[in-house]
């Protein structure tokens, strides 16, 4: 098999991790039990999580010219992530996230995008050539929306399988949706795209199919502990999750995204990439962190088999 190659076009940030025994009130000081800064960004997580399986991976992002951005610079270049298109701004600072995460594994995220959301159409329009030579082009919304989508358009343009995660949620046009070969929402993107009831995995099928309706060839709904829905041409299929003991459920998404992405551009069927991708989601909510808690492939061969 030869090495799968991803582009993802997205955020990076770093994540300020405070481990708490439960939510604070509001106007309380709460004693945290630690805090830990790490990597993180959805398109950032995607993309280390691939790599980490053995992708060749091409990040398109952009940070400022500050401490953070060095960092997010030098995370990727211990992941072997191609710095190329990596862009810098001298407007704002690089894209950070303040995460509260307590005993449940629970967690309340806050994302400020900074340099995230200069990253430009015609940034993106730069690097043709990184989303050309890819399998599959990975996509999510911590970046400008016009962005996303001209992204996707040159994947399509270019024969490339694009991979969409609609995160953090917001209304979608026909339009976009149409350049998507797989769009992977949890159930509250679903909800705000279709703006359907998603209680029931009966409701959150039918709003699957109704995204389907919208212009997407796939979808697949992540449901937590509750799984996966897989619609596609050949029907709808629930998956149900691995087990697994929660300690922070941070960048589980990430994690099935990024890997579902790697299996994908392997050449595996739908089906086989959600149940390879369950099982990384589980081994990550295990352990705390984002891109920490991502395993290697040598850490995983058993699971992979
Ligand atoms: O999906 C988790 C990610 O969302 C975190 O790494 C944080 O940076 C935010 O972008």
């Keep these: 098999m030869s090495v799968p190659k991803i582009c993802v076009v997205g955020s990076s940030n770093v994540d300020l991790i405070a481990k708490i ?10 004693l945290g039990r630690y805090f830990h800064m790490s990597c993180g960004g959805k398109g950032a997580n995607q993309a280390v999580m691939a790599g980490k399986l053995g992708a060749r991976i091409s990040i398109v992002t952009k940070v400022g010219r500050d401490h953070l951005g060095e960092i997010i610079r ?15 701004s001298d407007e704002t600072s ?48 911590e970046i400008p929306l016009e962005s ?20 953090p949620a917001q209304g979608l046009s026909r339009e976009l949706l149409e350049l998507c070969d797989v769009v992977i929402p949890n159930e509250t993107e679903t909800e705000i795209i279709t ?7 009966q ?19 992540t449901m937590g502990h509750r799984g ?7 029907g709808t299929q629930h998956i149900p999750a691995e087990k ?6 941070t960048g589980a998404g990430d994690a099935f995204v990024g890997s579902f992405a790697y299996f994908l551009a392997q050449g595996r069927s739908l089906e086989e990439c959600v149940r390879r991708a369950n099982r990384i989601a589980a081994y990550t909510v295990a352990r705390v962190g984002t891109q920490v808690s991502f395993p290697w492939a040598h850490e995983i061969a058993d699971l992979l088999r």
């Design 21 to 30: 025994p439960r939510l604070p009130k509001m106007g309380e000081t709460l």
């Design 74 to 88: 030098k995370n990727y270049e211990e992941m072997r992530v191609d710095p190329q298109y990596i862009f810098t």
């Design 94 to 141: 690089s894209g950070v996230a303040p995460i509260l995460v307590d005993d449940e594994g629970r967690n309340l995220l806050v994302y400020i995008p900074g340099a995230n959301m200069l990253l430009s159409p015609e940034d993106v329009e730069g690097a043709v050539e990184p989303i050309a030579a890819a399998d599959v082009l990975v996509c999510q919304l």
């Design 148 to 167: 996303s989508r001209r992204a996707l358009q040159i994947g399509r343009e270019k024969g490339v399988r694009t991979v969409f995660n609609p995160a």
């Design 195 to 201: 703006g359907m009831p998603v209680e029931s995995e």
């Design 203 to 221: 409701q959150i099928a039918a709003a699957g199919s109704r995204m389907r309706e919208m212009g997407c060839a796939v979808v697949i709904v």
């Design 228 to 234: 996966v829905m897989l619609v596609s041409p050949e």
């Design 244 to 249: 697994a003991d929660a300690v922070d459920t």
